[in-house]
């Protein structure tokens, strides 16, 4: 009597298992919950469909002060507190920028910015120094277009 052996079925589904567990962590990374800003009354739909684009979030950290998030690569705020540190931060973030932009054409270099609500503007101007010290030719801000009703 032959028999089917199912050792290297079983190998291949587990390794396809481990596969999409591994993918399916690196796409949810790169989704930061943010309060963007809404009801912005000039707020333009996104650039031409194809272009591609680096996203620099700016969030609360849970302890309390600030983070920064370029695609999944995340940086605290807090490791870098004090005059000339921040010049480091934005040197880091410059940097990460570059990297998610340097396999792109020149002209189409641009950065979407998300910038939580609850984030006051003196932690914010980092992000905008480390895009301007980058090699990004433009940016984008991130709202939500007509979330709520107009109340005017």
Same mark, same amino acid.
Request: net charge negative.
């Given at each position: 009597?032959? +028999?089917?052996?199912?050792?290297?079925?079983?190998?291949?589904?587990?390794?396809?298992?481990?596969?999409?567990?591994?993918?399916?962590?690196?796409?949810?990374?790169?989704?930061?919950?943010?309060?963007?800003?809404?009801?912005?009354?000039?707020?333009?739909?996104?650039?031409?469909?194809?272009?591609?684009?680096?996203?620099?979030?700016?969030?609360?950290?849970?302890?309390?002060?600030?983070?920064?998030?370029?695609? +999944?690569?995340?940086? +605290?705020?807090? /490791?870098?507190?004090?005059?000339?540190?921040?010049?480091?931060?934005?040197?880091?973030?410059?940097?990460?920028?570059?990297?998610?932009?340097?396999?792109?054409?020149?002209?189409?270099?641009?950065?979407?910015?998300?910038?939580?609500? /609850?984030?006051?503007?003196?932690?914010?101007?980092?992000?905008?120094?480390?895009?301007?010290?980058?090699?990004?030719? /433009?940016?984008?801000?991130?709202?939500?277009?007509?979330?709520?009703?107009?109340?005017?």
């Amino acid at each position: 009597m032959q +028999s089917f052996n199912m050792t290297p079925i079983i190998d291949i589904v587990f390794l396809l298992i481990i596969f999409f567990l591994v993918v399916c962590q690196f796409i949810e990374a790169e989704n930061f919950p943010v309060a963007v800003p809404d009801n912005c009354r000039f707020a333009a739909e996104s650039t031409e469909p194809g272009s591609a684009s680096t996203t620099v979030t700016v969030m609360k950290a849970p302890d309390g002060g600030t983070a920064f998030a370029v695609g +999944s690569e995340k940086v +605290s705020a807090a /490791d870098y507190v004090g005059g000339w540190q921040t010049q480091l931060l934005v040197g880091k973030l410059a940097r990460l920028i570059d990297v998610r932009l340097n396999d792109l054409p020149v002209e189409n270099r641009v950065v979407t910015l998300r910038i939580d609500g /609850d984030v006051c503007f003196a932690r914010a101007q980092y992000a905008l120094a480390g895009v301007a010290a980058s090699t990004a030719t /433009d940016i984008q801000l991130a709202v939500l277009k007509n979330k709520r009703p107009d109340t005017e």
